[in-house]
């Protein structure tokens, strides 16, 4: 690791303003299964060294291949020909300068991920779930690395991490249901929960029928309701914002909705937590919106001084982004439907898609299990249906939160979520016709 | 670019008892620039290498990925990763592999403009961009390329090396007008060097674009749903095939290896010779098509690529397919598995994919029209994870009244099953445009690039929303 600081020190001597240097180092293993049956393994060791660098204004974003002093001296130099071409970004204002000083994150490291039988995690998921369905598809990975920050900033801080994640879907007949779980530690890992919840799902969602199109109160699983707050989050991004693809533009201090929802960048066993952005501000809890009202925007320290506030500690050196996002629990019992009189319950969404993301009109399909729910009843399993409306309209009218929260990812959300089930009131829901 | 350690990790494989083994140096050498309201917001160059090896002991399928190239790191990973597949047989699939021929061979693709140029000629492109598309209040522009460089060896003689160069450029656009906005998203690829600067034609194309919708903007009114005529565009073709036709037809979805994330498919692997589409339809994939965003000649498996043609005249014709798949339907590959990196599994994947042109000329396609909607691009699509049912959200689209645009219409929703669409197909048009993608599946996610296209279609009877 000693290379960070070479190369730090070689750009402070060609004249680098601002200098940010990051190893990273990650052994992982992989395994994917298919109609009940590890289809491939993975096994991986990586290491990377990101490089940036601004020579007053003049920014490059960089990598070193090869991890040696040679090869840093020719990067260096090439860097030094790079910046010349490029101009100055007038809206660039600097890395953090302060002095910090980290707390170690809880529940982050856990030796027993180091070496652990993959094969039976996987076989015990799967068993679960085949309990009630036919055939389970998905993957279980295993991650140990560790990461060095250098800076011009004085930033000098090391971190160690551990992760595991088991995603398991279900098909029972023409039913199937998808479950997963995320964490830092091993025994909060839940395999054989997520088995039985992706089977279950499955079991109850067969002979769907085709969905009518309307409006519905619909209650939104913990899956899509982690892929609903990465959209949230994504859009109260400032990077987003200046681009004019958010549409919590213009929306600063003003009510959009009810909820809280956090970014909490040091949450203990939090699958996405860090000790320090990549600027190397500690990273800390941030209500982005609380009881309704948006609060602030996801900030680096550039972007903060750019709009006349103060870093929240997301730094991405290009896009602020959210380490780990909870929406915070109601008091809501789990599946309780009993005000609903014309709803919806969505186990899944996939394919989010907008038509336009500064007025935030979008559309979203609905997969896996589904359910109508009547007077306060679940009835039948639906399918063929498609969730088309606006993400503003859809955060504005969460009515109800319940109080059982569940840390997971998403395939199409980078951002683990800790989230419990939500109520949301009169949502479109279109579907094609012929 | 360490092929002597690629050679390593093959014999190291084999001493193993690996059945199969392979291995894949990959070397790329890219630049990222990217613009934001008119500053140069990413300056960007990154040189990686690694090695990604696939395997089969004891018929378990394993993979491992290392960019470090250091013998005894190599050797320690080599050994975790086989203990690993020897365990994973407890309860692993036997995967079998397509008999495939082995080739020798060296191929690259000619740049008349070079990649490797400073980067003050890279940022001046994005530069005249985003001044002509100054009608736009927020712009974000980005330009990359990149050379990769691979060196494919496996156990039954196969050595392919090849250089592929490519540049990308993708542009999100937004017009307000009187407290309105809209948005306009694309992105071109293409495999060769920066002359694909002058054939995109982008300083021409995005004012007139931009012109349009702002236009638009102001006067377009919602269309009263009901049934009528569509004809698309070749942007919105080109999206049809790609997630109407092409994945279906991605036999590993087939087969369900894909369930969990990407998806499975509404195709059966007994629906070749069913009819799906009309029969002026057909569609292809074709990874030679030259200077295609998904070009290549051979692929992540080393089988030599070919022209597939999914739909032959509305009928399922093949599927695309790696050699595991092959396998399974008892015939060989036809050169499909892709990998976006030495450190992914190579996928069935497209490449090119696009439908033949027809007969008609555009005057031909709209003189037929008594009533119906002309979906020029679009912005909003998606469609679920069996490939049933689509939507494309018109971005500048008209009306067309007895054969002529009349007026601009917003926002109109094409919301449709895939053999309702391909099923009301009646003209083809002769002209051929393409668009890139960058088309996402995997889990780990493996983004890959493809180009999607085709000419103007007409469709009869489509409920318009």
């Given at each position: 690791m000693r290379i960070a600081y070479y190369t730090r020190d070689k750009l402070l001597k060609l004249g680098a303003s601002d200098v940010l240097v990051k190893y990273g180092q990650v052994e992982a293993s992989h395994v994917k299964f298919s109609n009940n049956q590890i289809v491939k393994t993975g096994s991986e060791v990586l290491e990377s060294l990101s490089v940036f660098a601004s020579f007053k204004g003049r920014l490059v974003f960089t990598n070193l291949k090869n991890l040696n002093e040679k090869s840093a001296?020719?990067?260096?130099?090439?860097?030094?020909?790079?910046?010349?071409?490029?101009?100055?970004?007038?809206?660039?204002?600097?890395?953090?300068?302060?002095?910090?000083?980290?707390?170690?994150?809880?529940?982050?490291?856990?030796?027993?991920?180091?070496?652990?039988?993959?094969?039976?995690?996987?076989?015990?998921?799967?068993?679960?779930?085949?309990?009630?369905?036919?055939?389970?598809?998905?993957?279980?990975?295993?991650?140990?690395?560790?990461?060095?920050?250098?800076?011009?900033?004085?930033?000098?801080?090391?971190?160690?991490?551990?992760?595991?994640?088991?995603?398991?879907?279900?098909?029972?007949?023409?039913?199937?249901?998808?479950?997963?779980?995320?964490?830092?530690?091993?025994?909060?890992?839940?395999?054989?929960?997520?088995?039985?919840?992706?089977?279950?799902?499955?079991?109850?969602?067969?002979?769907?029928?085709?969905?009518?199109?309307?409006?519905?109160?619909?209650?939104?699983?913990?899956?899509p309701t982690c892929v609903l707050v990465n959209h949230f989050m994504e859009h109260a991004s400032i990077g987003n914002v200046e681009a004019g693809l958010s549409f919590l533009s213009g929306k600063l201090g003003k009510d959009v909705g009810k909820v809280t929802i956090a970014d909490y960048g040091n949450m203990p066993n939090g699958y996405g937590s860090s000790e320090f952005d990549e600027e190397g501000v500690p990273t800390r809890?941030?209500?982005?919106?609380?009881?309704?009202?948006?609060?602030?925007?996801?900030?680096?320290?550039?972007?903060?001084?750019?709009?006349?506030?103060?870093?929240?500690?997301?730094?991405?050196?290009?896009?602020?982004?959210?380490?780990n996002i909870v929406l915070e629990k109601g008091k809501c019992e789990q599946g309780n439907v009993e005000d609903i009189k014309r709803g919806l319950y969505i186990s899944n969404i996939w394919y989010t898609r907008y038509q336009n993301y500064a007025t935030g009109d979008f559309s979203t399909i609905p997969r896996d299990a589904a359910f109508i729910i009547e007077n306060g009843q679940f009835k039948q399993a639906v399918k063929n249906i498609r969730i088309s409306d606006n993400?503003?309209?859809?955060?504005?009218?969460?009515?109800?939160?319940?109080?059982?929260v569940k840390q997971l990812r998403n395939w199409e959300s980078d951002i683990s979520a800790v989230v419990p089930e939500i109520l949301v009131r009169n949502v479109n829901v279109s579907r094609a016709e012929g | 670019m360490h092929e002597d350690i690629a050679d390593y990790v093959l014999k190291l494989l084999i001493e193993n008892k690996a059945e199969y083994a392979e291995v894949r140096l990959e070397h790329d050498n890219g630049n990222v620039f990217s613009l934001k309201n008119s500053v140069l917001e990413v300056s960007a160059f990154e040189d990686t290498a690694g090695i990604g090896a696939r395997y089969l002991i004891n018929k378990n399928l394993g993979f491992l990925d290392i960019n470090v190239f250091d013998k005894d790191k190599i050797k320690q990973l080599v050994e975790k990763s086989l203990r690993l597949t020897k365990n994973s047989g407890k309860i692993g699939e036997k995967v079998e592999l397509s008999k495939e021929d082995a080739h020798k061979v060296t191929y690259s693709v000619k740049q008349k403009v070079k990649i490797e140029q400073n980067p003050e000629f890279k940022i001046e492109k994005l530069?005249?961009?985003?001044?002509?598309?100054?009608?736009?209040?927020?712009?974000?522009?980005?330009?990359?390329?990149?050379?990769?460089?691979?060196?494919?060896i496996n156990s039954e003689g196969s050595k392919i090396i090849a250089e592929l160069p490519r540049v990308n450029v993708y542009y999100f656009l937004t017009v307000q007008e009187n407290g309105k906005s809209i948005q306009r998203f694309l992105q071109h690829g293409y495999t060769g060097g920066y002359e694909c600067w002058k054939k995109w034609n982008l300083l021409e194309q995005?004012?007139?674009?931009?012109?349009?919708?702002?236009?638009?903007?102001?006067?377009?009114?919602?269309?009263?749903?009901?049934?009528?005529?569509?004809?698309?565009?070749?942007?919105?073709?080109?999206?049809?095939?790609?997630?109407?036709?092409?994945?279906?037809?991605?036999?590993?979805?087939?087969?369900?290896?894909?369930?969990?994330?990407?998806?499975?498919?509404?195709?059966?692997?007994?629906?070749?010779?069913?009819?799906?589409?009309?029969?002026?339809?057909?569609?292809?994939?074709?990874?030679?098509?030259?200077?295609?965003?998904?070009?290549?000649?051979?692929?992540?498996?080393?089988?030599?690529?070919?022209?597939?043609?999914?739909?032959?005249?509305?009928?399922?014709?093949?599927?695309?397919?790696?050699?595991?798949?092959?396998?399974?339907?008892?015939?060989?590959?036809?050169?499909?598995?892709?990998a976006n990196g030495y450190d992914k599994e190579p996928l069935v994947r497209m490449s090119n994919t696009f439908v033949l042109p027809g007969n008609y000329n555009e005057d031909e396609i709209f003189e037929g029209v008594k009533k119906g909607v002309y979906f020029k691009n679009f912005m909003e699509w998606n469609i679920d994870d069996k490939r049933w049912q689509q939507k494309y959200v018109g971005n500048e689209?008209?009306?067309i009244e007895n054969g002529r645009i009349t007026k601009p219409v917003k926002a109109p929703i094409l919301e449709i099953t895939t053999p309702g669409l391909w099923g009301s197909v009646d003209a083809v048009g002769k002209n051929m445009e393409y668009s890139a993608g960058t088309c996402g599946k995997g889990e780990p996610m493996q983004g890959i690039p493809a180009w999607m296209g085709g000419p103007m279609m007409r469709l009869r009877g489509i409920h318009i929303k």
């Amino acid at each position: 690791m000693r290379i960070a600081y070479y190369t730090r020190d070689k750009l402070l001597k060609l004249g680098a303003s601002d200098v940010l240097v990051k190893y990273g180092q990650v052994e992982a293993s992989h395994v994917k299964f298919s109609n009940n049956q590890i289809v491939k393994t993975g096994s991986e060791v990586l290491e990377s060294l990101s490089v940036f660098a601004s020579f007053k204004g003049r920014l490059v974003f960089t990598n070193l291949k090869n991890l040696n002093e040679k090869s840093a001296d020719e990067l260096v130099k090439q860097i030094g020909k790079f910046v010349k071409h490029v101009p100055v970004n007038k809206e660039y204002k600097g890395i953090a300068r302060e002095k910090f000083s980290y707390k170690k994150l809880e529940d982050c490291y856990d030796k027993k991920i180091i070496d652990l039988d993959e094969v039976d995690i996987v076989r015990k998921g799967i068993n679960r779930a085949l309990e009630k369905a036919e055939r389970t598809n998905g993957v279980f990975d295993r991650t140990v690395g560790k990461a060095l920050l250098v800076g011009s900033n004085g930033v000098e801080r090391e971190e160690e991490f551990t992760g595991v994640y088991f995603s398991l879907r279900s098909f029972y007949k023409d039913g199937s249901g998808h479950s997963n779980s995320c964490s830092r530690m091993l025994n909060k890992l839940e395999v054989e929960k997520s088995g039985e919840e992706s089977g279950t799902l499955a079991r109850e969602s067969v002979n769907p029928v085709n969905g009518v199109a309307g409006k519905y109160d619909i209650v939104f699983g913990t899956m899509p309701t982690c892929v609903l707050v990465n959209h949230f989050m994504e859009h109260a991004s400032i990077g987003n914002v200046e681009a004019g693809l958010s549409f919590l533009s213009g929306k600063l201090g003003k009510d959009v909705g009810k909820v809280t929802i956090a970014d909490y960048g040091n949450m203990p066993n939090g699958y996405g937590s860090s000790e320090f952005d990549e600027e190397g501000v500690p990273t800390r809890k941030t209500n982005v919106i609380e009881d309704g009202k948006l609060k602030t925007y996801l900030h680096n320290t550039s972007s903060a001084l750019r709009h006349k506030t103060k870093t929240t500690g997301n730094a991405g050196l290009i896009n602020p982004n959210a380490w780990n996002i909870v929406l915070e629990k109601g008091k809501c019992e789990q599946g309780n439907v009993e005000d609903i009189k014309r709803g919806l319950y969505i186990s899944n969404i996939w394919y989010t898609r907008y038509q336009n993301y500064a007025t935030g009109d979008f559309s979203t399909i609905p997969r896996d299990a589904a359910f109508i729910i009547e007077n306060g009843q679940f009835k039948q399993a639906v399918k063929n249906i498609r969730i088309s409306d606006n993400m503003l309209n859809i955060l504005k009218n969460i009515d109800r939160v319940g109080k059982e929260v569940k840390q997971l990812r998403n395939w199409e959300s980078d951002i683990s979520a800790v989230v419990p089930e939500i109520l949301v009131r009169n949502v479109n829901v279109s579907r094609a016709e012929g | 670019m360490h092929e002597d350690i690629a050679d390593y990790v093959l014999k190291l494989l084999i001493e193993n008892k690996a059945e199969y083994a392979e291995v894949r140096l990959e070397h790329d050498n890219g630049n990222v620039f990217s613009l934001k309201n008119s500053v140069l917001e990413v300056s960007a160059f990154e040189d990686t290498a690694g090695i990604g090896a696939r395997y089969l002991i004891n018929k378990n399928l394993g993979f491992l990925d290392i960019n470090v190239f250091d013998k005894d790191k190599i050797k320690q990973l080599v050994e975790k990763s086989l203990r690993l597949t020897k365990n994973s047989g407890k309860i692993g699939e036997k995967v079998e592999l397509s008999k495939e021929d082995a080739h020798k061979v060296t191929y690259s693709v000619k740049q008349k403009v070079k990649i490797e140029q400073n980067p003050e000629f890279k940022i001046e492109k994005l530069k005249e961009l985003d001044k002509c598309a100054k009608l736009a209040k927020s712009r974000l522009l980005h330009l990359s390329d990149n050379i990769t460089r691979k060196y494919f060896i496996n156990s039954e003689g196969s050595k392919i090396i090849a250089e592929l160069p490519r540049v990308n450029v993708y542009y999100f656009l937004t017009v307000q007008e009187n407290g309105k906005s809209i948005q306009r998203f694309l992105q071109h690829g293409y495999t060769g060097g920066y002359e694909c600067w002058k054939k995109w034609n982008l300083l021409e194309q995005v004012p007139e674009e931009l012109k349009a919708l702002k236009k638009n903007l102001l006067i377009a009114k919602k269309i009263k749903p009901g049934k009528m005529d569509v004809i698309t565009g070749a942007e919105v073709t080109g999206i049809a095939v790609h997630e109407s036709c092409g994945h279906p037809y991605e036999a590993d979805r087939i087969f369900g290896r894909e369930g969990a994330q990407a998806g499975e498919s509404f195709v059966k692997k007994e629906d070749i010779g069913k009819r799906i589409g009309s029969n002026c339809v057909t569609i292809v994939d074709d990874p030679t098509l030259e200077n295609g965003f998904g070009y290549y000649l051979y692929d992540d498996e080393g089988v030599k690529a070919r022209r597939k043609v999914l739909m032959k005249n509305g009928i399922v014709n093949e599927f695309l397919h790696n050699r595991e798949t092959a396998a399974t339907m008892g015939i060989k590959s036809n050169g499909g598995a892709r990998a976006n990196g030495y450190d992914k599994e190579p996928l069935v994947r497209m490449s090119n994919t696009f439908v033949l042109p027809g007969n008609y000329n555009e005057d031909e396609i709209f003189e037929g029209v008594k009533k119906g909607v002309y979906f020029k691009n679009f912005m909003e699509w998606n469609i679920d994870d069996k490939r049933w049912q689509q939507k494309y959200v018109g971005n500048e689209a008209y009306l067309i009244e007895n054969g002529r645009i009349t007026k601009p219409v917003k926002a109109p929703i094409l919301e449709i099953t895939t053999p309702g669409l391909w099923g009301s197909v009646d003209a083809v048009g002769k002209n051929m445009e393409y668009s890139a993608g960058t088309c996402g599946k995997g889990e780990p996610m493996q983004g890959i690039p493809a180009w999607m296209g085709g000419p103007m279609m007409r469709l009869r009877g489509i409920h318009i929303k």
